[in-house]
């Protein structure tokens, strides 16, 4: 059982209508009356497997295997930075990103709601999971994009995913207020991260990642922001396992973000209210936002934590992106990287002090911007169609 609380005000409403935030403005949360148990716990690893804290009578009603994705023990990585360094592969879920994380709940609690169409605003790897799940639920999405921003691969997604697509003159935060307000008038169901169902399922990667380090909890947790959501999904997840008694400790939450893009850094450093940027740029596209909708919860995540929030460099995460591709075989896109790029400043400013056990998650897939990825390297090489010449230019 599970009611909508406002993270502001207190008030709740009940799980069977369509509600995103609180009638005083406040974001809501998901809540449970019972507690989890690890028993309760059942199935391979992913988002279903914990269905005992989701919000959805029919687990796994709309489902394509996501979540279960890879931690690797980034050494060569962890030795050059000097910090214990793990990525959670998030690339790895079925259309590329941490979104289906979100998607298959979020999607599912519509399809409960009796809802008829979802909609969202995106950077692109939202709109290529909710056209996936939308096609799963054979329910019909539509998803609007700042027009020249959005790398390649997500837009054929949700092209090929049979998603209506309207991209806009105007950036992300435009397209998701417009979203919003449509949504207000129920032209649609929203699945941006201000849907309380789709951080649910998010919270997921807190869980995944502790059973894959046999429950021992790590230090600090790194991720890129760009509405701020999954930094609040993850704290959320750790949150509900020390209520549960199941972990006594939460890591500390660190969120990065790109330097044309941080509003939610500058915040946290001035400790002042947030201020939005209104020309954010950034060439990490994906988390190129100027007016987190998420940041009131990222807040609390941040300082409840001892955390922090901090910027990169468009040329640090770029170079980290090449590193991580290059030193550990982990193909991730540009603002995956801001992770790791924030762990790097974190130990050159002393943050960190290199004994800490750190999870970076990386939220999507090398193959989501190839141009990002051309751009960063050098052309092939070229020879005519002779054993010799080929001997020539490799030599
Ligand atoms: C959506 C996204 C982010 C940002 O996540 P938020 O929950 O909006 O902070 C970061 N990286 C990638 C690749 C994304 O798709
Ligand atoms: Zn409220």
């Avoid at 394509?64 to 930075?81: C, M, Q, V």
């Avoid at 298959?104 to 996936?132: F, P, Q």
């Avoid at 290059?326 to 193909?331: D, M, S, T």
């Avoid at 790029?341 to 290199?354: H, I, M, N, P, Q």
Wanted: aromatic fraction near 6%; hydrophobic fraction near 40%.
């Amino acid at each position: 059982m599970s009611r909508l609380e406002c993270i502001e005000c207190g008030d709740s409403y009940p799980s069977d209508e369509a509600r995103y935030t609180c009638s005083c403005g406040g974001l809501l949360e998901v809540i449970y009356e019972s507690i989890p148990s690890r028993s309760d716990f059942s199935g391979p690893l992913g988002v279903w497997r914990y269905s005992s804290v989701l919000p959805i009578d029919t687990a796994g009603s709309v489902t394509l295997d996501e979540g279960g994705t890879p931690l690797y023990d980034a050494d060569k990585l962890s030795r050059e930075i000097g910090v214990d360094v793990h990525v959670k592969h998030e690339g790895m879920n079925p259309t590329g990103s941490f979104k289906d994380r979100g998607m298959t709940v979020g999607v599912s609690k519509a399809i409960e709601l009796g809802i008829d169409r979802v909609a969202c605003a995106s950077t692109g790897n939202t709109s290529a999971a909710l056209a996936a799940y939308g096609a799963a639920a054979d329910i019909p999405a539509v998803v609007l994009l700042p027009q020249d921003k959005v790398a390649l691969g997500k837009v054929a997604q949700a092209l090929m995913h049979g998603a209506t697509l309207v991209e806009l003159d105007g950036n992300f935060d435009e397209c998701l207020s417009i979203v919003r307000e449509l949504a207000e008038d129920g032209f649609f169901y929203v699945l941006n991260s201000v849907n309380p169902y789709r951080l649910e399922g998010q919270k997921t990667i807190a869980f995944e990642v502790l059973e894959q380090l046999n429950w021992e909890v790590p230090d600090v947790t790194v991720l890129p922001v760009g509405n701020a959501g999954n930094i609040s999904a993850i704290y959320k997840g750790y949150r509900e396992l020390r209520r549960a008694g199941i972990i006594d400790e939460i890591p500390r939450m660190v969120g990065v973000q790109a330097e044309g893009a941080s509003p939610l850094a500058s915040a946290v450093k001035k400790g002042g209210p947030l201020e939005p940027f209104d020309d954010p740029e950034t060439k990490a596209t994906a988390i190129r936002i100027g007016d987190p909708v998420n940041a009131p919860k990222a807040r609390i995540a941040i300082e409840e934590t001892d955390g922090e929030a901090l910027y990169v460099s468009d040329d640090d995460l770029l170079e980290t992106q090449l590193q991580l591709a290059r030193l550990e075989g982990i193909g991730v896109e540009p603002a995956s990287a801001t992770s790791v790029a924030g762990v790097k400043r974190l130990k050159e400013e002393g943050w960190l002090d290199g004994d800490e056990k750190v999870v970076c998650v990386a939220t999507g897939h090398l193959l989501k911007d190839p141009d990002a990825a051309l751009a960063a390297t050098d052309d092939p090489l070229q020879a005519d169609a002779s054993t010799e010449a080929v001997r020539e230019v490799l030599k």
